[in-house]
């Protein structure tokens, strides 16, 4: 996709970082449930002066435990940072807090990719959702990581209404 106007060079997102309060936890969450392989690991980073507060705007005070790596199938790769600070705040955002977000996952069955997370244990957060409007074609449902990030799977195997008449259409992992 060609622009005139944004950020020069651009060719997607390349990443998303997360910070979880258990390297372990996350791993198991990452790669036994999601099915995720982890490429490699950093660390750690220890408190060097305003190093960590320059460039990463966190506590000048504060410890890069663990950075890990994972490719998720045909999408994003995850950047998975523990840190350890005293400023730490431990409560996370929900979906309508500044800040606020979730991971969405493409997936073929919905309803078989819910009862699989259902037999690990993992919470869904109700029964999947038939979107509507431009969405009409997808079903989603929310569930919540071991820590209690929000997640999400998707899947519109037969894409969305939208698609019939759109100019440019959202990046689709089934590509």
């Given amino acids: 996709m060609n622009s005139d106007q944004g950020l020069p060079g651009l060719r997607g997102a390349d990443h998303i970082g997360l910070t ?3 390297m372990e936890e996350a791993h198991e969450f990452f790669v036994g449930v999601l099915g995720c392989v982890h490429v490699y690991s950093l660390g750690p980073f220890l408190p060097n002066g305003n190093w960590m507060a320059e460039h ?3 506590d000048r005070d504060t410890t890069m435990r663990e950075i890990r790596f994972y490719r998720c ?3 994003s790769n995850f950047e998975v940072f523990q840190y350890e600070t005293a400023a730490q705040n431990t409560v996370l955002p929900r979906n309508s807090d500044v800040g606020g977000h979730h991971l969405a996952f493409y997936v073929d069955d919905l309803d078989t990719a819910v009862t699989y997370l259902a037999s690990k244990d993992i919470r869904v957060l109700g029964n999947p ?3 509507t409007g431009p969405s009409f074609g997808q079903r989603w449902v929310y569930f919540l990581s071991p820590w209690g990030m929000q997640c999400e ?3 519109f195997p037969n894409g969305k209404a939208y698609e019939k008449e759109a100019a440019v259409r959202l ?3 089934r590509a």
Avoid: E
């Fill in 153 to 155: 799977l998707v899947s």
């Fill in 73 to 75: 199938a045909n999408g």
């Fill in 20 to 22: 979880v309060p258990d």
């Fill in 171 to 173: 990046w689709d992992t």
């Fill in 129 to 131: 959702t038939a979107s």
């Fill in 56 to 58: 990463l705007n966190v």
